[in-house]
Nanobody, 115 residues
């Protein structure tokens, strides 16, 4: 069973930065893609950014220019660097990994942007 463990969430002031990490229990080359999603209270879960096995990235419009997804294959880890955070970024952030048609999810990490 694939396990994804997120860390790095917390409380940050508007304009601040956070770096989320997602550690996978197995070689991330096994995954077609990995990504970050978020879910704010009362809203649907939405894609933030993804990176495929070849390293190609996709960033949602909400985070373009502010968020960057990256991976370290040797550490089986994916990061999400978030800069210029605003209160609208407040949500639970989930790590996702896809193998063919199967999705795996982490437990989520809370990000709160507030002064």
């Amino acid at each position: 069973q694939v396990q994804l463990v997120e860390s790095g969430g917390g409380l940050v002031q508007p304009g601040g930065s956070l770096r989320l990490s997602c550690a996978a229990s197995e070689n991330i080359f096994n995954f077609n893609s990995m990504g970050w999603y978020r879910q704010a209270p009362g809203k649907q879960r939405e894609l933030v950014a993804s990176i495929n096995v070849g390293g190609r990235t996709n960033h949602a419009d909400s985070g373009k220019g502010r968020f960057t997804i990256s991976r370290d294959n040797a550490k089986n880890t994916v990061w999400l660097q978030m800069n210029s955070l605003s209160p609208e970024d407040t949500a639970v952030y989930y790590c996702n990994a896809q193998i063919l048609w199967v999705n795996y999810w982490g437990q989520g990490t809370q990000v709160t942007v507030s002064s």
